[in-house]
Structures are given as structure tokens and as C-alpha cells.
């Protein structure tokens, strides 16, 4: 097409758009100057990283919080409250409970503001706390860094340690028995949110042939686990994960992120001994308190130097404050190189504790709660539809009464089974047949019931009218609806005279 140009290829990184001379276009355009991606070589190949493990003291309590977590995912399954489990995200039934409370597929305002709340909560924690649920409370971060990744220690040797060849073979091939017998315990668990422990467990002991899609529903969850944490692991935060994409929209300078500190760590380089320095005949630079021994980024699960700054990849872990730590320790000067600290105060800017973000996000959260209340107090304890049943008029009997055959839907919204008593409160001379009709339904599930009411034609003029309806339980609902009598040939009421 004449004056269209083909658009460059840009990747994330600079790019020197300048050709080297003796390199065509493409090898130009497609050759990065720096690293595109931490996990990435730079001819595209993945780089495999296995990171130094930096036991310091944010690394143990994060053992701590993890292995409490760990015990939580697992066991929140099987805690009954209400006689429900703790969570159950019943997709197939659309019935999604909370601690003992189930919102139902009519739910979806509730549900809608709960989502909303969940949406501004995560907003307002990483406005204050940055990147603080990847490092310290993401499954994907506490199952691989203290469940898979110990195990790989274990069997094939800490990176940074001298390690033995001998069996490699089979002590990787043990490895990943013991990540295919917990990815199974995992998928289970996973699936338990979904379908219940209860379901989970029938699966489990009954025959592949009896549950051949269930089968292969955990046999597939456990390949995705095993997949997920023994291969494709830190590429999950690095190029997967929509919340890191976010973060540079719900950071700012204020919040709370892992930073190297430049102005006392720059410029790098190692220290030469008192005596060398000293009969050093040259004028020596004088060098910052990094001493580029590059631990920090050895450490780094997601493979980044967080000396070039703050970064998307980085989930603040906080393992390369650890690792920097333990150096700062060994060369006698003060900890902190690389600390939780928000870019403005490692750039001695103003900091401000009250921004917008901060003010508006709870703000939102306050109305969307106090709305999430009022419809959960509104709504009543049960679910109520009545209508004509299809395709069925009117029906005259002997008698001359006129019946309409009608149907209700009832969804108990209760914790117990409820029997429902069905009447006709209005008009006078219209009843269900025999009195009233009952219906009785499980907790948490929808019952349909027919009923049959009577109508005495003689005193209505109209083919339609409205009757009102009494259903009660422990509590009483009326609901309006019509009674049919299109085609009845009605009596002309006398006329009245005035004497
Ligand atoms: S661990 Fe500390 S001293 Fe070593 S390279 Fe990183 S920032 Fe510099
Ligand atoms: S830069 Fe530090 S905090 Fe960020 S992911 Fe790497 S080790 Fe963790």
C-alpha cells in the first residue's frame, strides 16, 4: 500500500535503533541491547533459574506465615460452618458460599458488590503495601518456595553448594515422584473448593471407569500443579499473572516497596584490604556500600537485580534483602542496602501517608459495604415465584367454578428444610383447591410445587384478574398474580335503581 510503512519491532527494553554496520535490519531489530525478560537469554531461550536460598529474618517469618497458610488452604475444605463448607465455589449449581453463607445464581447483586469489595480491598493493600500478597501469601509463591523448591534442595543440592553427581538420575527421578504425589494432593484440595471434600473423596476411592471425567479432571489438575511448579514456576509471576501487570496502576511513589538504596550503595565495587589501599600508589575511587558481590540477585526467585530498580517481576519476596543483610553483616556496615521503603523516602522526597488512592479506595469500600449490607438485609429468607402453568386455560367445572392450574418455585434460602403452606388471601370466593397446598425444600435448593385455585365466577366482570396469594413458613410473603378467565360468558350483575 503506497505511504505504509512496516512498524518496528520494539521490544520492552531500549533499543539502539541505530544498525551496526555488517548487521542486517532484523538481527538489528531483533537483538535486545539489555535483558527483555529476566527469565529470558538473549537469543529467546528460557533461562532457568534456581535461586540461592537466603535463610535471614524475613525469610523466616515468611516460613512461618507460609507453612500456617499452607495448613489453611488445605484444611478450609473440610471446616463446616453452618453445616456448609467454610468456602464451596459450586460453579456448576452457581451457588458460591462464604463461612455458612451461600450467595445463589439470584444473588448476583450480592455477589457483584462482594466481588467489588474483594476488587478495592486488594487495590487499597497494594496501594499501601505494594507487592506484599505475591511475596508473602500467594499460593504460587508459598507451595514453590517452601514446598517444591525445598524438596529440589533436598534431592539435587542448594544452589551455591558443592554438589555430588553421583545418582543425579535417579534423585531427580525421585523428585518428581514426591512433586507428582503432592501436585495430587493439590489438585484434590484445589477441587475441593469447587465440588466439595465430600465429592473429592468419592472420586478418589472409586473407579476411574465408574468417574471417567472426573478422573480426568484430577488427573489433568495434577499435570497442570506438576507443571506449574516443576517447570514453568517464577514464569506464572513474570508473564502470566494480571495483578503484576496492574501494579504499575495501583503503586505509587508512597507505597511500600523493595529498593535498593543508590545513593549509599553506588558506585559498586569490591573493597580493597586497609594494606592495599593504602600502598596503592593511584588515587582510589571511593566506592558506595555495594560491593557487586551480586547475591541479591542470585537470591532473586524471578531472576532480577533490584539494583536497576523497582521492577514488574519483582514480588517482593524480600530474599534479597536476606541475602544483603547477611553481606552487610560480614562487611561491618550497616544493614538496610536493601530494605521495604517506598521510592520517594529511599529519594529523601516528601512522603505522603494520606494520598488520593488511600482516601478514596476505603471510601468505595465503606459505601459498597454499607450497600452489600442493606440488600443482605433486605433480601428475604426465601426466594418466591408463582405463575401460570404453560399452556393451560381456564378450566369450568361442573359446579360451574372456574379453576386455574398454577405453579411455584421456591428457593429456601434458610440453613434447614422449610414446608411452605400456599393460600389465596384475596379476592373473597377464590381458594386453593382443598384449602391450601404445602411444598417442602432442602436447604440451599429450589422446590416447584402445582396448585390447583377455585374461583366462583359470580362475582367478577373481567376475564383477568389479580388474586393475592399468602405463603408462609415461619414468616408470611404475598404475591400478586392472575387469575385467568379469558372466554367465560359472565352473568350482567342487575342493575340498581334508585327508589
Ligand atoms: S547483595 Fe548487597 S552488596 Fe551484594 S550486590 Fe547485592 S546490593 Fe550489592
Ligand atoms: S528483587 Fe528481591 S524482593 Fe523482588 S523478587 Fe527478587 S528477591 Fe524478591
Redesign the pocket.
Known amino acids: 500500500m503506497k505511504g505504509w510503512k512496516q512498524p518496528l519491532i520494539v521490544s520492552h527494553c531500549r533499543q539502539d535503533r541505530t544498525r551496526t554496520p555488517g548487521i542486517s535490519m532484523s538481527e538489528s531489530l531483533l537483538k535486545p541491547n539489555e535483558r527483555v525478560l529476566s527469565t529470558l537469554n538473549d537469543d529467546g531461550s528460557r533461562r532457568w533459574l534456581k535461586?540461592r536460598l537466603s535463610p535471614g529474618r524475613f525469610w523466616l517469618r515468611r516460613r512461618v506465615v507460609a507453612y500456617l497458610l499452607i495448613l489453611t488452604y488445605s484444611l478450609l475444605p473440610f471446616i463446616q460452618i453452618n453445616g456448609k463448607p467454610a468456602i464451596l465455589l459450586d460453579l456448576m449449581k452457581r451457588e458460591f458460599t462464604f463461612f455458612g453463607k451461600t450467595f445463589l445464581s439470584h444473588d448476583t447483586l450480592l455477589f457483584g458488590l462482594f466481588m467489588i469489595m474483594v476488587f478495592f480491598t486488594i487495590f487499597l493493600v497494594t496501594a499501601l503495601f505494594g507487592r506484599i500478597w505475591c511475596?508473602w501469601m500467594c499460593p504460587q509463591t508459598v507451595y514453590l518456595e517452601f514446598l517444591y523448591r525445598p524438596i529440589e534442595r533436598l534431592f539435587e543440592g542448594a544452589p551455591g553448594k558443592k554438589k555430588t553427581k553421583k545418582h543425579a538420575g535417579l534423585r531427580r527421578f525421585l523428585k518428581f515422584v514426591i512433586y507428582l504425589v503432592i501436585s495430587l494432593h493439590l489438585s484434590q484440595t484445589f477441587l475441593s473448593y469447587f465440588v466439595g471434600t465430600t465429592v473429592v473423596h468419592s472420586w478418589i476411592f472409586g473407579s476411574p471407569f465408574d468417574h471417567p471425567v472426573a478422573f480426568i479432571l484430577v488427573a489433568g489438575t495434577t499435570g497442570l500443579m506438576l507443571f506449574d511448579f516443576g517447570f514453568f514456576r517464577e514464569q506464572v509471576c513474570c508473564v502470566v499473572c494480571p495483578y503484576a501487570r496492574l501494579q504499575g496502576a495501583l503503586t505509587d511513589q508512597d507505597s511500600l516497596i523493595?529498593t535498593y538504596d543508590k545513593e549509599r550503595g553506588d558506585p559498586r565495587g569490591r573493597k580493597l584490604s586497609k594494606a592495599k589501599t593504602e600502598s596503592a600508589d593511584v588515587t582510589l575511587p571511593v566506592l558506595g556500600d555495594c560491593i557487586d558481590c551480586t547475591m541479591?540477585v542470585q537470591?532473586?526467585?524471578?531472576g532480577?537485580d533490584?539494583r536497576m530498580g523497582s521492577?514488574l517481576?519483582?514480588?517482593?519476596?524480600?530474599?534479597?534483602?536476606d541475602?544483603c543483610d547477611a553481606v552487610m553483616d560480614k562487611i561491618d556496615r550497616p544493614r538496610g542496602l536493601?530494605r521495604y521503603s517506598s521510592e520517594n523516602a529511599v529519594e529523601h522526597k516528601a512522603q505522603h501517608l494520606l494520598r488520593p488512592r488511600v482516601v478514596i479506595y476505603p471510601l468505595i469500600l465503606v459505601l459498597v459495604f454499607a450497600g452489600f449490607i442493606a440488600v443482605l438485609m433486605s433480601k428475604n429468607h426465601a426466594n418466591i415465584w408463582i405463575g401460570r402453568e404453560a399452556g393451560l386455560p381456564f378450566y369450568t367445572l361442573p359446579s360451574g367454578e372456574i379453576t386455574n392450574q398454577l405453579r411455584t418455585r421456591i428457593t429456601n434460602r434458610e440453613s434447614v428444610p422449610m414446608t411452605y403452606t400456599i393460600t389465596v388471601i384475596e379476592p373473597q370466593g377464590v381458594t386453593v383447591s382443598r384449602g391450601s397446598a404445602t411444598i417442602t425444600v432442602e436447604p440451599g435448593k429450589e422446590g416447584s410445587q402445582k396448585f390447583v385455585v377455585i374461583a366462583q365466577p359470580e362475582a367478577f366482570t373481567t376475564s383477568q384478574i389479580e388474586i393475592v396469594i399468602r405463603i408462609t413458613d415461619n414468616i408470611e410473603y404475598t404475591k400478586d398474580t392472575i387469575f385467568e378467565m379469558k372466554g367465560h360468558k359472565f352473568k350482567a350483575l342487575p342493575e340498581t335503581t334508585d327508589d
Not at 299 to 302: D, I, R
Not at 313 to 321: K, L, R, V
Open positions: 535461586p511475596g523493595i541479591c537470591t532473586c526467585p524471578t532480577i533490584i521492577q517481576e519483582c514480588i517482593g519476596c524480600a530474599q534479597c534483602i541475602a536493601i
